[in-house]
């Protein structure tokens, strides 16, 4: 079990960014309607499809984020000031190149937009669209580097509050506009404007919390250069096939299968990343604790906590799948209507996809405290070829589903193995054997409560928002007694109801 101090911030980023992601994901889902219904379908493709190719872009700032908190762990655990200072003043170096090249970069695609957007009626001021798409993602940067200090001591919890009201203003003031002008340019202005207001005040609270930072006089030494910029090379490639792998869907839909269809595919992507952000602010907010785990534990401890987060995982990963199979598009026909609803097939490719990484998990988040991202580098880059050669071969023969199911594939055949045997022989020096005999009785497990709940819920039509509530807390509790009841005895859910006791007490 963690201190009470890791325990704590763990708790607090928890909680906080929970409440952050839910005010975001409902606010999300009212703008959605609202983006629909005066804007229309073309505009909420074009709104996916810029989104990936910036994401494509950043490579989600590359993932030197990683690499900067990963640097950031030791001195943070022996209160090394000095050479906290030297790693601010060097990162910002990083990010202010960062900026710059995807700036030209993404200025350098305008000429191949033409070839990307696929829809039928035309869209002006297309290309100003796009750079304000560019502008938010280089203003992202600008300050990150301040911030990082906050996520790697454990203490995110104090930023998310600014987010929350930022992104509850944004979104007010972006239905306004819509409602008022029924202008696109206003609304990305708006997301502009509440990027920047947030970046200065996350960057202003890090330096109320660590003045130090301030200090221009430290700069690191040599050797610690090349040892952080080793591995940023192992992380940049690392990242750079992460994004390949997700960030060419949208693009290759839009290309084979039209623009509309990005729009029509996000709107599934909305809900699944907003479910994937909540349960990802459980894991982001441990792995900093599991990165002082690593510098300050014995191997025991650090493959007990894993062991806890991989049951955490699994419990979560096999509920949530047994849900969002069987209410998914009932959620999306109350939401928007029955045009938006996706084919089964289509259904389960997405379905498969936020499966494998939600198991996943504590595999990244102890490759990522432990820097073991620098030795997988290579396997994502034979993930994301593998992915782009079945994506165009899948899109043409068999639609969407073959580009999402190319996805799924491409993890099997790599990564998925490959991570967790990584890990597990050169961290936790045990045979990774057990680990995917858990992964296979979970897999048994989800499918048996998808097809048992989809049996059971053929006759129960759904036409009203009650009817959905009932049918998740049906589905739900159904799905949660049988998850719990097979992993009751383990020691690890004994740990877990403990952890919760404890919290509840407190």
């Not at 996000?266 to 459980?282: C, D, E, Q, R």
């Given at each position: 079990?963690?201190?009470?101090?890791?325990?704590?911030?763990?708790?607090?980023?928890?909680?906080?960014?929970?409440?952050?992601?839910i005010f975001?994901?409902?606010?999300?889902?009212?703008?959605?309607?609202?983006?629909?219904?005066?804007?229309?379908?073309?505009?909420?493709?074009?709104?996916?499809?810029?989104?990936?190719?910036?994401?494509?872009?950043?490579?989600a700032?590359?993932g030197?984020?990683?690499?900067?908190?990963?640097?950031?762990?030791?001195?943070?655990?022996?209160?090394?000031?000095?050479?906290?200072?030297?790693?601010?003043?060097?990162?910002?170096?990083?990010?202010?190149?960062?900026?710059?090249?995807?700036?030209?970069?993404?200025?350098?695609?305008?000429?191949?937009?033409?070839?990307?957007?696929?829809?039928?009626?035309?869209?002006?001021?297309?290309?100003?669209?796009?750079?304000?798409?560019?502008?938010?993602t280089?203003?992202?940067?600008l300050?990150?580097?301040?911030?990082?200090?906050?996520?790697?001591?454990?203490?995110?919890?104090?930023?998310?509050?600014?987010?929350?009201?930022?992104?509850?203003?944004?979104?007010?003031?972006?239905?306004?506009?819509?409602?008022?002008?029924?202008?696109?340019?206003?609304?990305?202005?708006?997301?502009?404007?509440?990027?920047?207001?947030?970046?200065?005040?996350?960057?202003?609270?890090?330096?109320?919390?660590?003045?130090?930072?301030?200090?221009?006089?430290?700069?690191?030494?040599?050797?610690?250069?090349?040892?952080?910029?080793?591995?940023?090379?192992?992380?940049?490639?690392?990242?750079?096939?992460?994004?390949?792998?997700?960030g060419?869907?949208?693009?290759?839909?839009?290309?084979?299968i039209?623009?509309v269809?990005?729009?029509?595919?996000?709107?599934?992507?909305?809900?699944?990343?907003?479910?994937?952000?909540?349960?990802?602010?459980?894991?982001?907010?441990?792995?900093?604790?599991?990165?002082?785990?690593?510098?300050?534990?014995?191997?025991?401890?650090?493959?007990?906590?894993?062991?806890?987060l991989?049951?955490?995982?699994?419990s979560?990963?096999?509920?949530?799948?047994?849900?969002?199979?069987?209410?998914?598009?009932?959620?999306?026909?109350?939401?928007?209507?029955?045009?938006?609803?996706?084919?089964?097939?289509?259904?389960?490719?997405?379905?498969?996809?936020?499966?494998?990484?939600n198991?996943?998990?504590?595999?990244?988040?102890?490759?990522?405290?432990?820097?073991?991202?620098?030795?997988?580098?290579?396997i994502?880059?034979?993930?994301?070829?593998?992915?782009?050669?079945?994506?165009?071969?899948?899109?043409?023969?068999?639609?969407?589903a073959?580009?999402?199911?190319?996805?799924?594939?491409?993890?099997?055949?790599?990564?998925?193995?490959?991570?967790p045997?990584?890990?597990?022989?050169?961290?936790?020096?045990?045979?990774?054997?057990?680990?995917?005999?858990?992964?296979?009785?979970?897999?048994?497990?989800?499918?048996?409560?998808?097809?048992?709940?989809?049996?059971?819920?053929?006759?129960?039509?759904?036409?009203?928002?009650?009817?959905?509530l009932?049918?998740?807390?049906?589905?739900?509790?159904?799905?949660?007694?049988?998850?719990?009841?097979?992993?009751?005895?383990?020691?690890?859910?004994?740990?877990?109801?403990?952890?919760?006791?404890?919290?509840?007490?407190?």
């Amino acid at each position: 079990m963690l201190p009470d101090s890791r325990k704590r911030n763990s708790i607090n980023n928890i909680i906080f960014g929970y409440i952050n992601q839910i005010f975001s994901l409902v606010l999300n889902f009212i703008g959605r309607i609202i983006f629909i219904r005066i804007l229309g379908e073309e505009y909420l493709g074009i709104n996916g499809l810029f989104s990936d190719i910036l994401t494509m872009l950043s490579m989600a700032d590359m993932g030197f984020g990683i690499a900067m908190s990963y640097s950031f762990y030791k001195p943070i655990a022996e209160n090394d000031v000095k050479q906290i200072v030297a790693l601010i003043n060097f990162y910002k170096k990083i990010y202010n190149i960062i900026a710059i090249l995807t700036t030209i970069f993404g200025v350098l695609l305008i000429p191949a937009l033409k070839y990307l957007v696929n829809i039928d009626i035309k869209i002006p001021h297309l290309t100003l669209y796009y750079l304000l798409f560019l502008a938010n993602t280089t203003l992202s940067y600008l300050f990150v580097y301040k911030t990082a200090i906050i996520n790697a001591s454990q203490k995110n919890y104090l930023i998310s509050r600014y987010q929350i009201v930022i992104n509850i203003i944004k979104t007010i003031i972006q239905i306004i506009v819509l409602i008022a002008f029924k202008n696109y340019f206003m609304y990305l202005l708006i997301i502009i404007i509440a990027t920047l207001v947030n970046n200065l005040l996350a960057s202003h609270k890090a330096e109320k919390l660590y003045p130090e930072i301030r200090k221009k006089n430290y700069e690191l030494d040599k050797d610690n250069k090349n040892v952080i910029k080793e591995n940023m090379k192992s992380v940049f490639l690392y990242k750079l096939s992460g994004v390949l792998l997700t960030g060419t869907d949208n693009i290759l839909i839009s290309v084979i299968i039209g623009t509309v269809w990005v729009g029509i595919y996000s709107n599934y992507n909305l809900l699944l990343n907003g479910i994937n952000s909540l349960i990802g602010t459980f894991f982001n907010a441990v792995t900093s604790s599991i990165g002082n785990v690593v510098v300050t534990e014995k191997s025991k401890k650090q493959y007990e906590v894993f062991r806890i987060l991989n049951v955490i995982s699994l419990s979560i990963a096999a509920i949530t799948v047994s849900i969002l199979s069987n209410l998914i598009s009932d959620f999306i026909y109350l939401w928007l209507g029955e045009k938006f609803i996706l084919s089964n097939d289509i259904k389960i490719a997405i379905l498969c996809n936020f499966y494998m990484a939600n198991i996943l998990r504590p595999i990244w988040s102890y490759r990522e405290a432990t820097g073991l991202y620098m030795k997988t580098k290579y396997i994502m880059l034979i993930a994301s070829f593998i992915n782009f050669i079945l994506s165009i071969i899948g899109g043409y023969k068999f639609g969407m589903a073959g580009i999402i199911f190319a996805s799924a594939i491409s993890r099997i055949c790599t990564y998925f193995w490959y991570e967790p045997k990584l890990l597990f022989e050169n961290f936790f020096k045990k045979d990774v054997t057990n680990y995917f005999l858990l992964i296979l009785k979970n897999v048994v497990l989800t499918i048996g409560l998808c097809v048992a709940m989809d049996i059971l819920g053929q006759n129960y039509h759904v036409d009203s928002w009650w009817k959905l509530l009932l049918k998740l807390m049906i589905v739900g509790i159904i799905s949660v007694a049988c998850v719990i009841g097979c992993y009751f005895r383990t020691k690890e859910m004994k740990i877990i109801f403990q952890i919760i006791k404890d919290i509840l007490k407190k």
